[in-house]
C-alpha cells in the first residue's frame, strides 16, 4: 500500500508574506505604514529566501551535509519569491499610474 501523500506547507509559517493590518493593541494603522509595513515584510521574505539558497549552494559546493535537492529547491524557492515579488509590484505600479490618469 503506498504511502499517503502529505500537503505541501510554508518551510516556516511565521514568515508571512503580508502581515496583520491591525496594530498588537488592536487599532488600525494608517494606509501608508500598512503599504510600508506590508512592502518591508516583503521585502525581507525574499531576500531571507535568497541568503538561504546562497546558503544551501554553499553548503553543497563545501559538502557540508547538504544534498542537491535542498539546494536546488532553496534556488527555486527564492527564484520563485521574486517573480512573484516583481509581478505584485509591476500590479502596484499599474494601479498607481491608472489612479494618476484618473480625471478628478
Given at each position: 500500500?503506498?504511502?499517503?501523500?502529505?500537503?505541501?506547507?510554508?518551510?516556516?509559517?511565521?514568515?508571512?508574506?503580508?502581515?496583520?493590518?491591525?496594530?498588537?493593541?488592536?487599532?488600525?494603522?494608517?494606509?501608508?505604514?500598512?503599504?510600508?509595513?506590508?512592502?518591508?515584510?516583503?521585502?525581507?521574505?525574499?531576500?531571507?529566501?535568497?541568503?538561504?539558497?546562497?546558503?544551501?549552494?554553499?553548503?553543497?559546493?563545501?559538502?557540508?551535509?547538504?544534498?542537491?535537492?535542498?539546494?536546488?529547491?532553496?534556488?527555486?524557492?527564492?527564484?520563485?519569491?521574486?517573480?512573484?515579488?516583481?509581478?505584485?509590484?509591476?500590479?502596484?505600479?499599474?494601479?498607481?499610474?491608472?489612479v494618476m490618469r484618473m480625471q478628478v
Open positions: 500500500m503506498a504511502a499517503p501523500i502529505t500537503p505541501v506547507t510554508l518551510a516556516n509559517p511565521s514568515a508571512a508574506i503580508i502581515p496583520p493590518l491591525l496594530n498588537p493593541s488592536g487599532e488600525n494603522q494608517a494606509a501608508g505604514s500598512v503599504f510600508q509595513t506590508v512592502f518591508k515584510t516583503a521585502v525581507n521574505t525574499v531576500e531571507g529566501f535568497q541568503t538561504q539558497a546562497n546558503k544551501s549552494i554553499q553548503d553543497f559546493l563545501s559538502g557540508n551535509n547538504e544534498d542537491i535537492h535542498s539546494a536546488v529547491i532553496a534556488t527555486q524557492r527564492a527564484d520563485l519569491s521574486f517573480d512573484l515579488f516583481m509581478q505584485v509590484r509591476n500590479k502596484v505600479v499599474s494601479a498607481y499610474q491608472e
